[in-house]
T-cell receptor, first 115, second 112 residues
Framework: AQTVTQSQPEMSVQEAETVTLSCTYDTSENNYYLFWYKQPPSRQMILVIRQEAYKQQNATENRFSVNFQKAAKSFSLKISDSQLGDTAMYFCASLIIQGAQKLVFGQGTRLTINP | NAGVMQNPRHLVRRRGQEARLRCSPMKGHSHVYWYRQLPEEGLKFMVYLQKENIIDESGMPKERFSAEFPKEGPSILRIQQVVRGDSAAYFC??????????FGPGTRLTVL
């Protein structure tokens, strides 16, 4: 069974600082994707970044990057030069490529960027 | 190319009534997924459908909940005889085969 765990319910940093959100997962599969989604107060689910498990190189999207440690089953998100608009809930999720194709989400981390 | 559409955005029902939630996938997407988000929780998978077929409904409650994705028209998530515990945000996502899922804006269901 897939499980995703986010151990930080809330985090708060000052604008322009760097923040890292933690995520661990468990799966017996070899072929999977990992995602970070952002959910602002509007509640829209916005894809932040995606990592294919077969790729060793960590994914990067502008100010967002991940530290993917496959052996440790760890997938943390780093936000550099944080901005007020980054304030949101952040969800880590996994998806097995074969089979049901369902996303399994963590419990979320509420991130607040303070001015 | 319009994104995933969901309507209504907000739905209020009294206990015992029926709720119908609609989802129109992105153009060209043949796979639809429904997720439920209870307050202060992450999204939980409910059901995965392709046109006219339910592929995986392992996350659906055994009673009162059903889903369909007909050949023509939107996907429908139907909740019969709603109870207060059904109050949640219901998200639909769509995708092409073996690709990332794109989410709709969600329907917030409130049961009085």
């Amino acid at each position: 069974a897939q499980t995703v765990t986010q151990s930080q319910p809330e985090m708060s940093v000052q604008e322009a600082e760097t923040v890292t959100l933690s995520c661990t997962y468990d799966t017996s599969e070899n072929n999977y994707y990992l995602f970070w989604y952002k959910q602002p107060p509007s509640r829209q689910m916005i894809l932040v970044i995606r990592q294919e498990a077969y790729k060793q190189q960590n994914a990067t999207e502008n100010r967002f990057s991940v530290n993917f440690q496959k052996a440790a089953k760890s997938f943390s998100l780093k936000i550099s030069d944080s901005q007020l608009g980054d304030t949101a809930m952040y969800f880590c999720a996994s998806l097995i490529i074969q089979g049901a194709q369902k996303l399994v989400f963590g419990q979320g981390t509420r991130l607040t960027i303070n001015p | 190319n319009a994104g995933v559409m969901q309507n209504p955005r907000h739905l209020v029902r009294r206990r015992g009534q029926e709720a119908r939630l609609r989802c129109s996938p992105m153009k060209g997407h043949s796979h639809v997924y429904w997720y439920r988000q209870l307050p202060e929780e992450g999204l939980k998978f409910m059901v995965y459908l392709q046109k006219e077929n339910i592929i995986d409904e392992s996350g659906m409650p055994k009673e009162r909940f059903s889903a369909e994705f007909p050949k023509e028209g939107p996907s429908i998530l139907r909740i019969q005889q709603v109870v207060r515990g059904d109050s949640a945000a219901y998200f639909c996502a769509s995708s092409p085969p073996l690709s990332e899922q794109f989410f709709g804006p969600g329907t917030r269901l409130t049961v009085l």
